[in-house]
């Protein structure tokens, strides 16, 4: 009997150590003091970044097409969308670099491949001092999901690797021996 509830709590214990969050398992320097907790705003939510770009003297838009890498991608089409309709279209060159001509100031979103990025577009001569020249796009860019595929969480953290191995030792020689109980009680 006594040896049922040691069982018992055991399983408890490693389940338990599934659930708790990570931040809470892991321990402070010896009499460092706690970190703060970073409370957010009120209706703070996350945005995309919107970059500011000056076209040149002409109202030509220039841009350069990337990867997530920052690798240059080559001749991919690009297009500049304002609202629900296209502006401009183009190719990049064989460098990755692409000219809009005949374009407004205002706010784009400019497609290139898989990517979609948003940018404020000024003439040349209203543009403050921190827009930059030229377009950087990322055609092909890294999705994060904040999930992790499955096999990704036995090489992410050996506490996560070692509670999943006690719970899939525990709960099988808890269940035996919950059963030896009752058949010898029987």
């Known amino acids: 009997m006594k040896r049922t509830w040691a069982v018992r709590a055991l399983v408890l214990v490693a389940a338990l150590g599934l659930m708790v969050p990570e931040q809470l398992l892991h321990a402070a320097a010896p009499g460092a003091a706690p970190m703060p907790v970073v409370a957010k705003p009120p209706g703070d939510t996350p945005t995309s970044r919107i970059a500011d770009v000056a076209l040149a003297e002409d109202g030509v838009l220039h841009g350069i097409v990337v990867d997530s890498q920052a690798t240059i991608v080559p001749e991919i089409q690009v297009s500049m969308i304002q609202g629900d309709r296209e502006v401009a279209r183009t190719v990049s060159d064989a460098e990755g670099r692409f000219t809009l001509h005949a374009v407004r100031g205002g706010v784009y979103q400019i497609a290139a491949g898989t990517g979609l990025s948003a940018y404020r577009v000024w003439t040349a001569s ?11 796009v990322n055609a092909r860019p890294q999705i994060v999901r904040g999930q992790m595929p499955f096999w990704d969480l036995f090489k992410s953290d050996a506490f996560m690797v070692a509670a999943i191995v006690a719970t899939a030792v525990a709960i099988p020689v808890a269940v035996h021996n919950l059963r030896d109980d009752n058949d010898s009680s029987s």
């Open 126 to 136: 209203t543009a403050p001092p921190a827009a930059t020249r030229i377009a950087l």
